[in-house]
């Protein structure tokens, strides 16, 4: 008699949780496990989807290929990871990780341009060019008198305005603004602002 041997074998599928991502707090945030296959074709695959780090978050329909979720407020680091099932039962040998990387670009301060005013004269402070990457508006504006004879202004608005001191100097401000998320920019910007009184001129006829 001959025998003939038939060997009955099952590929363990393997799990795909998409590439890593880079958001903005607190908007959507889509995983992405539709890239899992099984070699066999046994479909179809059964998801399951796990947080392994950063502040906790709701995933919707942890269960299926694409779950959603909101990107917490704060800059942070999450990672997922993806385990697969096949149709008979099989699962991955191994889970697949996904990184989420919450940020936030902190604003820039723009405190305008230098420039020279006359003594005794109004002048104005302009920081209305101060921007924000993200759209995180709208701004906060913190202006500081760094250098100079103190003149009154109002420091927590984009323009604001002062009477130049009676004598000839130089007077310097700082201009930091924060988001409307609590990001304060990275830098402050500096404007100077040169008061003079330019000498009359006789003319004796």
């Known amino acids: ?49 796990m947080q392994a780090g950063g502040p906790a978050v709701t995933l919707s329909a942890a269960q299926t290929a694409a779950p959603s979720f909101t990107a917490p407020g704060t800059p942070t680091v999450l990672t997922f990871t993806l385990w697969v099932t096949d149709s008979y039962g099989l699962a991955a040998t191994a889970a697949d990780e996904v990184v989420i990387t919450i940020g936030n670009t902190p604003p820039v301060a723009d405190a305008g341009d230098d420039r020279t005013a006359h003594v005794g004269t109004g002048v104005t402070l302009d920081g209305s060019g101060s921007s924000d990457a993200d759209g995180d508006l709208p701004l906060t504006y913190a202006w500081t008198q ?60």
């Open 1 to 49: 008699a001959d025998e003939v041997v038939i060997t009955v074998g099952n590929t363990p599928p393997v799990a795909e949780a998409g590439g890593d991502q880079t958001v903005h707090v607190g908007t959507g945030v889509t995983l992405d496990g539709s890239g899992s296959s099984d070699a066999d074709g046994d479909l179809p695959l059964t998801y399951g989807w």
């Open 146 to 205: 760094t250098g100079g004879t103190a003149v009154a202004f109002t420091p927590v608005i984009s323009v604001t305005t002062f009477t130049a001191p009676g004598t000839a100097e130089v007077l310097t401000f700082t201009l930091t603004v924060t988001d409307s998320l609590g990001l304060v920019s990275t830098a402050a910007d500096e404007v100077v602002i040169t008061v003079g009184n330019t000498p009359p001129v006789a003319e004796a006829g």
